[in-house]
């Protein structure tokens, strides 16, 4: 059974770094697409960029493009998205979804909360 | 960047109703078209792709149509569990941009 696991909630302060992570399991995790998916409060979803884990190649939305830097670790089935410095507008969920267009599978969400 | 326009963004309706949402490509997308629900603190669900596509597991209450830029997503008699937010999403070149949702409430 494919499953896609986030880690967990997190608390920031502005211009401080973040990594989240997304760990597949199921599947062959270097053959298909994750993609990172934010939806701010109460509003709706953005696509963010995704990444092939078999050779590492990463595309952003121009929204997100300098902004996060989204990377995958085949050897340990997971994928990344972080932040070099967070800015209060970068709280929101964020998602991973698995797929090449269409996403079948979605991580349960892991929350950014920035605040001074 | 492709932008996707769906109407209404809000919807009041009463179980069994019958329902549409439409979803407008700002160019020709083909039929590069999905349909996704999304409950409060939940992740979404894909329930069709392809524009047309049922998922495996859907009720067939949910039907989805068009190609080129207008498409439609129609639940046929509304249940109580239908009742959350729809966001279309194509895949028809980067960045596969969603539409601002429907939120479908409750009459």
């Known amino acids: 059974e494919v499953h896609l696991v986030q880690s967990g909630a997190e608390v920031k302060k502005p211009g401080e770094s973040l990594k989240i992570s997304c760990k597949g399991s199921g599947y062959s995790f270097n053959a298909y697409w994750i993609a990172w998916v934010r939806q701010m409060p109460g509003k709706g979803l953005d696509w963010m960029g995704i990444?092939?884990?078999?050779?590492?190649?990463?595309r952003y939305s121009p929204s997100f493009q300098g902004q996060v830097t989204i990377s995958a670790d085949r050897s340990i089935n997971t994928a990344y998205l972080q932040w070099s410095s967070l800015k209060a507008s970068d709280s929101a969920m964020y998602y991973c979804a698995l797929g090449s267009g269409y996403y079948d599978y979605w991580g349960q969400g892991a929350l950014v909360t920035v605040s001074s | 960047d492709i932008q996707m326009t769906q109407s209404p963004s809000s919807l009041s309706a009463s179980v069994g109703d019958r329902v549409t949402i439409t979803c407008q490509a700002s160019?020709?997308?083909?039929?590069?078209l999905n349909w996704y629900q999304q409950k409060p603190g939940k992740a979404p669900k894909l329930l069709i792709f392809?524009?047309?596509n049922l998922k495996t597991g859907v009720p067939s209450r949910f039907s989805g149509s068009g190609s080129g830029t207008d498409f439609t997503f129609t639940i046929s008699s509304l249940q109580p569990e239908d009742f959350a937010t729809y966001y279309c999403q194509h895949y028809h070149n980067l960045p596969y941009n969603f539409g601002q949702g429907t939120k479908l409430e409750i009459k």
């Open positions: 160019q020709d997308i083909s039929n590069y």
């Open positions: 392809d524009a047309s």
């Open positions: 990444v092939y884990p078999g050779d590492s190649d990463t």
